[in-house]
């Protein structure tokens, strides 16, 4: 069997083109929101902390242990495992729209320790100075605390980004289709070598893609 | 302007706790730069956090222009703050942001409409000599340019009083210099108020009015820098200034003079050398004179000198000892083994 360039795009051109439409859906959407979730937590989990502005020991360990614990679950058990809520929250638990619910809620509590990390990892000093300065708390989270740690949060966010990709693989379980449900589909399921290797390369490209602009985009915030 | 009255301060820790400070009274008037001298550990920068609250006293009143700031709600101790400028060791800048935007972002947050924000900035810039580095990031920077940007952000606020903890410790002894002329440039053209701590006498000599020494949590002698100088009761302050008159005279010289008259220890203040008495008690007495050590400190506004000198000559070296004290000269006699 040989490669054919022309006719394997004729054959298959629109359902890869719709697939990788599917997958930036999926990975957009479930990534905007997780954000929303994720970074607002990140920042409770580090002011909420021993000695820290708005120390709560029970909210900390209460979020520390419930973070811990979904993400324990493999993707596939929770994508099941919360069809329920999934109903509930976005009245279907098929399709892209679906899948957002438990791309969410694997990807959420992720981003929340992600950015825990990027945030503890700010200069104390910088955070006492401004405090010196009078500064209200709000201020010094956005101004002093998430601005020193973009470079690292743009980091954590490739990161976060690239396991999304690889959970929204799974999707197609769900009938949400994407890249990942494509090659399982048409590459394992019924031997269409060429479509899983085109489709595995556009995976490729697009994970190399996303880690060099978050790698770039990190080296241009850090500024020393 | 700045007045702690019996301020203690215990850090609890699971197993155990420390007490950094006990009981500590200060009183810093207006105008003045006042410095605590320590060694590390004694409670310094535990002192100076407590002046505008990092640091919460378990004990005791901070009073700033007459408000304890131990009993105000968060947001007048806010308010309070940002009349209370603090420069730190390392500096404490955003490392993203350049030189313009470090001063630029608090004084926004603070309400301050932009132009107002652009003049204050290119005014404190130009105050510390850094008018040209506005683009730069602090990456960019040297210690004692970081050093200068955060004394320019401190200003902006125009606050009435500067808290400096460790301000020049982690500067070469040239920026070191430069630093130094600068506060005292603040403190004159400004009069702002300088509470600052450091460990080197050097800093206290060159721009303080009053000291503090503090060890173990506590303040163990304060008065006007000259006093302390000229007549230091505690061995920790003697330490500090001790170190400032290195006896330099070799080994064998002083093995070949031991026992061969006394040894004594002059402190002249205001004088500026101890020469012309010296050579009086030459001409006046059957004695020599050998100066195995000596060196002037000048002070803000007065100097103080210090010699190790071998007064050679046995039966007249005590009369010559009284024609020095009479001169007003301080005279010590000392053992070869403590110098
Ligand atoms: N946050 C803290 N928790 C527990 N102990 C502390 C804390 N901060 C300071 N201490 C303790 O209090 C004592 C005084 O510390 P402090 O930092 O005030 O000393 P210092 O004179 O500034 O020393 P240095 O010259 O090394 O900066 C030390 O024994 C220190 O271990
Ligand atoms: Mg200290």
Redesign the interface.
């Known amino acids: 069997m040989t490669f054919n360039p022309a006719e394997f795009i004729d054959r298959w051109g629109s359902n890869i083109w719709q697939a990788t439409i599917e997958t930036f859906q999926m990975v957009g959407i479930a990534l905007s929101i997780s954000i929303v979730i994720g970074l607002p937590l990140g920042v409770i989990l580090v002011l909420t902390r021993p000695g820290k502005a708005l120390d709560n020991k029970y909210l900390y360990q209460f979020l520390n242990v419930f973070i811990n614990v979904i993400r324990s679950i493999p993707f596939i058990i929770l994508l099941f495992f919360i069809l329920p809520f999934t109903q509930l929250i976005v009245g279907t638990s098929m399709g892209v729209r679906g899948v957002i619910v438990p791309l969410v809620v694997y990807t959420a509590p992720y981003i929340a320790r992600l950015m825990e990390n990027s945030l503890l990892e700010v200069d104390k000093g910088i955070i006492e100075a401004y405090e010196a300065m009078g500064m209200k708390t709000r201020h010094i989270i956005w101004h002093v605390m998430i601005r020193e740690a973009r470079p690292s949060i743009i980091l954590g966010l490739t990161i976060a980004t690239i396991g999304l990709i690889g959970a929204t693989a799974m999707a197609g379980l769900v009938g949400a289709g994407g890249l990942g449900d494509l090659a399982y589909r048409f590459g394992h399921l019924r031997y269409e070598e060429d479509v899983m290797i085109v489709t595995v390369i556009l995976l490729i490209i697009l994970v190399q893609g996303i880690q060099s602009l978050g790698n770039r985009t990190a080296a241009w915030l850090k500024k020393d | 302007m700045i007045e702690l009255k019996n301020v203690s301060k215990t850090f609890y820790s699971k197993k155990s706790a420390v007490q950094a400070l006990s009981g500590v009274s200060l009183n810093v008037g207006k105008g003045e730069v006042f410095g605590v001298i320590g060694y590390s550990g004694a409670g310094k920068s535990t002192l100076i956090r407590c002046v505008?609250l990092?640091e919460k006293p378990t004990e005791g009143q901070v009073i700033i222009d007459g408000t304890d700031l131990t009993g105000l709600p968060a947001s007048k101790?806010?308010?309070?703050?940002?009349k209370?400028?603090?420069i730190?060791q390392?500096f404490?800048?955003?490392?993203?942001?350049t030189v313009y935007e470090n001063i630029a972002?608090?004084l926004k947050?603070?309400g301050l409409s932009k132009t107002e924000v652009d003049e204050r900035v290119k005014k404190y810039l130009a105050v510390v000599g850094l008018d040209d580095k506005s683009d730069a990031?602090?990456?960019q920077l040297s210690g004692g340019q970081k050093q200068r940007v955060?004394i320019a952000?401190a200003l902006s606020?125009e606050p009435e009083i500067l808290?400096s903890d460790e301000a020049t410790s982690a500067l070469d002894p040239e920026t070191t210099e430069s630093i130094l002329d600068l506060l005292l440039r603040i403190n004159r053209e400004f009069g702002i108020t300088i509470l600052l701590i450091t460990h080197e006498m050097h800093v206290i000599q060159k721009v303080c009015d009053r000291v503090a020494v503090m060890e173990g949590g506590e303040v163990v002698e304060q008065g006007s820098v000259i006093d302390v100088y000229a007549q230091s009761a505690h061995p920790t302050t003697k330490k500090f200034i001790d170190s400032q008159f290195p006896i330099e005279a070799p080994e064998s010289m002083l093995k070949t003079i031991a026992g061969k008259g006394p040894i004594v220890k002059l402190s002249f203040v205001g004088h500026s050398t101890g020469q012309p008495v010296l050579s009086e008690i030459v001409k006046r007495f059957d004695v020599h004179t050998n100066i195995l050590s000596g060196n002037i400190v000048q002070m803000k506004d007065e100097s103080y000198g210090r010699m190790i000198v071998h007064i050679s000559g046995e039966t007249d070296a005590p009369k010559a000892i009284e024609a020095l004290k009479d001169a007003g000269v301080q005279v010590e006699e000392v053992n070869l083994d403590d110098v």
């Not at chain 2, 404490?92 to 942001?97: D, F, P, R, S």
């Open positions: 505008n990092l101790l806010r308010e309070k703050r940002q209370i400028g603090m730190f390392h404490n800048l955003l490392k993203t942001a972002i608090p947050l603070t990031y602090p990456g955060s952000r606020h808290l």
